[in-house]
């Protein structure tokens, strides 16, 4: 399955290859589906083509078709960072907690985060609303919680985590 995110977009289109390797265009757009439900979409024809559009149903729904899901994607939220503090060497196992974090049960995760400058070590997608992690090393010192997503969407807690 494609996730593609999109901000405020109702038509778009996808290139893609079939699974006989042959490259195709998909068609643009695809038109709104009724509140509540998906938009439709359509797939490329003619030899050799393999392409598959789909396209943001009325009140950002998703538009389903085939494999390909068109997300609405919304800003990333951070709200806490459990424990607060913890050794400047690193470490310390964390759970952040916010909204609209990207990623699932199979390893992949799109958001990112980061103590200071340094990314959380071996960041875990829990749910859309946790992740867990190991803070890296940073000197001793108050830091701003940091991350964002594939959106381009951005999220800050400032002085929120302290390495002592």
Do not use: C
Not at 17 to 23: E, I, K
Not at 50 to 64: H, P
Not at 77 to 90: Q, T, V, W, Y
Not at 145 to 162: E, H, I, L, Q
Request: glycine fraction near 24%.
């Amino acid at each position: 399955t494609i996730v593609i995110f999109a901000n405020n977009t109702t038509t778009g289109s996808f290139s893609g290859t079939s699974n006989g390797g042959r490259q195709g265009a998909g068609a643009t757009g695809g038109s709104g589906g009724s509140p509540g439900k998906g938009g439709s979409g359509s797939s490329g024809g003619g030899a050799g083509s393999a392409g598959v559009s789909g396209a943001i149903g009325a009140n950002g729904a998703d538009g389903i078709e085939g494999s390909i899901v068109v997300k609405k994607a919304n800003p990333i939220s951070f709200s806490s960072i459990s424990p607060s503090s913890g050794p400047k060497a690193g470490g310390t196992t964390i759970t952040i907690k916010g909204g609209n974090f990207i990623g699932n049960d199979h390893g992949w995760i799109g958001t990112s985060a980061k103590i200071g400058t340094v990314s959380v070590i071996n960041l875990t997608w829990v749910s859309e609303t946790e992740m867990t992690g190991t803070t890296p090393a940073e000197p001793a010192g108050v830091y701003n919680v940091m991350g964002g997503n594939p959106d381009g969407s951005k999220a800050v807690m400032s002085m929120k985590f302290t390495f002592t």
